[in-house]
């Protein structure tokens, strides 16, 4: 959405974006190339172009699995992650022009069909160092394929968001298979260590990055305020909210967002209905709470976005008790109005 309620499509800095990945992807891989080169001059070209497109390919991945993450530790990344689909997409082409230039070169010239070959041409699938490291990297290639193709919110809508969201949680799947095929890959055809070695930093930061956020959430979905039977909860002072901003607590396991604006507070469901972002850290726009991820918007006294749009969040009762605040520890239905709770003068001050 845009602060004007209309449909964000393309804009200035989806395109700047675009123009900056695409030139460093362009650039990795003409750098790749020639340094390759420049070490070993008899090289075949083929085999490094291969090699160039899908080691792009893979960091590619390695940075789109950081970002979510990474924007739970720090706000600083939500530009990436807004604009992590296109970095999606991208991966994707390069994967495919790795599995394209893999085929014709590996697979081209037998009695048998490229894809059958894939398949066919090494049988060990018992064994480990043996094992056919090239079919490891065929199921990734659909995956990414298949989150490509549904990247659109059109597929959002219609697969509905959990279906939507588990395919997309298969990027996980994808990963680790791609890191058997890149180690399976380097044991059986490349003899120097610094591949091998390099994946396994990978791994270790993907895993290390994702336990580190974990663990904060973790921590503050403990923090829970409802401790009994209340049916209202203090959830902190007013003085501790930023004007337009948000506090973010923790009531019955569900995350609360407490937003002051414009002499008021009102309380909100902290998760966006389009891709389950942290509302609460995001901020008042033209009146609205604006999600941080996507910019999808909610009226703060209702919920519910504002027209065309129709998407509704829960709203919680709340009530000041001079600079206190306290919140209803049940939830109303999604798009309930609810006066917001307006702040004494003096606590204004």
Not at 235 to 249: D, F, L, M, Q, T
Not at 274 to 293: A, M, R, S, Y
Not at 299 to 308: D, I, K, Q, T, V
């Amino acid at each position: 959405m845009s602060v004007a309620y209309k449909a964000v499509l393309w804009n200035r800095q989806k395109f700047i974006y675009d123009a900056i990945l695409l030139s460093l992807v362009i650039l990795y891989i003409v750098l790749f190339i020639n340094v390759t080169q420049w070490f070993d001059s008899n090289i075949d070209i083929r085999g490094v172009r291969i090699r160039a497109f899908g080691s792009a390919a893979f960091i590619l991945l390695h940075v789109i699995l950081s970002i979510g993450p990474l924007t739970r530790l720090s706000p600083k990344f939500y530009p990436l992650l807004y604009n992590r689909r296109h970095m999606g997409v991208t991966m994707f082409f390069l994967a495919l022009q790795h599995t394209r230039l893999g085929l014709q070169w590996y697979h081209d010239f037998g009695n048998l069909e490229p894809l059958v070959s894939l398949f066919l041409s090494n049988t060990n699938y018992l064994t480990f160092i043996r094992f056919p490291f090239q079919v490891l990297g065929f199921v990734p290639l659909v995956i990414l394929f298949l989150m490509a193709a549904t990247s659109h919110d059109f597929w959002l809508a219609n697969l509905t968001a959990p279906v939507w969201k588990g395919l997309h949680m298969s990027v996980y799947l994808a990963y680790g298979l791609l890191t058997g095929h890149v180690l399976l890959g380097a044991l059986q055809t490349n003899k120097h260590p610094v591949l091998t070695l390099a994946v396994g930093v990978g791994l270790v930061w993907i895993v290390g990055v994702h336990l580190a956020a974990g663990i904060r959430e973790f921590g503050r979905d403990n923090q829970d305020l409802v401790t009994g039977n209340e049916e209202f909860v203090d959830a902190g002072s007013i003085a501790e909210i930023p004007e337009n901003r948000a506090k973010i607590v923790t009531l019955g396991g569900e995350r609360v967002a407490i937003f002051k604006y414009d002499g008021k507070i009102s309380a909100v469901s902290n998760v966006c209905q389009h891709q389950n972002g942290p509302l609460g850290e995001g901020k008042i726009v033209d009146g609205c709470i604006t999600c941080p991820w996507h910019g999808y918007q909610y009226l703060p006294e209702n919920g519910a976005s504002p027209p065309p749009f129709t998407e509704k969040i829960p709203t919680f009762d709340i009530k000041l008790e001079g600079d206190r605040i306290l919140v209803k520890t049940i939830p109303n239905l999604p798009g309930t109005s609810v006066s917001p709770a307006v702040i004494a003068m003096e606590e204004q001050r």
